[in-house]
């Protein structure tokens, strides 16, 4: 069965510091991948996506992911946090079942940012 | 930002009532979603479409129903609402089943 696992529910970290939200998945075959934030009381937005080019993947504000397929893992990370970066992240894998390409969220990350 | 929004943004209704919540898109993607997202759930799909009078369900699909007349505009219609469907509820676009999926701003709903 299809899964995505975001192995910490919360993740604190100073200003300026390394960020590292990580994210496994499980898929039947080569799937596309994503990471999303929402900010308190808003939508989701796109940070980046892998779908089978470059396995480190550069997305907005920073933020970069790289897929390493023999550890199933497609972990998120930003050289040096800022307080703007406190929010949630969802990693989602989008794999096909009965002809059609589900989504599926992991459960989030909450990303505090310390000053 | 993709051009989505929802209506209600706020809703709160009573156990019993039924409720529609509306997605409107500018962006002219033929696939639309419907949401919920629930505390340590991320988010469950509830319906989608795949185009105009096509839907089909999600994994979570029970007390919904979904209707697209039009290209832009995709409803989810709760039936007889109960307090289990409180939930903030977020529509989505794609231009295709494959594609990033767009998110709108969310409905929050509560049901007493």
């Known amino acids: 069965a299809q899964s995505v696992t975001q192995l910490d529910s919360h993740v604190s970290v100073s200003e300026g510091t390394p960020v590292l939200l990580r994210c496994n998945y499980s898929?039947?075959?080569?799937?596309?991948l994503f990471w999303y934030v929402q900010h308190p009381n808003k939508g989701l937005q796109l940070l980046l996506k892998?779908?089978?080019?470059?396995?480190l993947v550069k997305g907005i504000n920073g933020f970069e992911a790289e897929f390493k397929k023999s550890e199933t893992s497609f972990h998120l990370t930003k050289p040096s946090a800022h307080m703007s970066d406190a929010a949630e992240y969802f990693c989602?894998?989008?794999?096909?079942?009965?002809?059609?390409?589900?989504?599926?969220f992991g459960s989030g990350t909450k990303l505090n940012v310390k000053p | 930002d993709a051009g989505i929004t929802q209506s209600p943004r706020h809703k709160v209704t009573e156990t019993g009532t039924p409720v529609t919540l509306r997605c409107h898109q500018t962006?002219?993607?033929?696939?639309m979603y419907w949401y919920r997202q629930d505390p340590g759930h991320g988010l469950r799909l509830i319906h989608y479409?795949?185009?105009?009078?096509?839907?089909d369900k999600g994994e979570v699909s029970d007390g919904y129903s979904v209707s697209r007349s039009k290209t832009e505009d995709f409803l989810l219609t709760l039936e007889s609402a109960t307090s289990s469907q409180t939930s903030v509820y977020f529509c989505?676009?794609?231009?295709?089943?494959?594609?990033?999926?767009?998110f709108g701003p969310g409905t929050r709903l509560t049901v007493t």
């Open positions: 989505a676009i794609s231009r295709d089943e494959a594609y990033e999926q767009y």
């Open positions: 898929s039947s075959y080569s799937p596309s």
């Open positions: 892998y779908t089978s080019a470059a396995t």
């Open positions: 989602v894998v989008s794999d096909r079942v009965d002809n059609f390409n589900k989504f599926y």
């Open positions: 962006e002219n993607h033929r696939y």
């Open positions: 479409s795949y185009g105009v009078k096509d839907t």
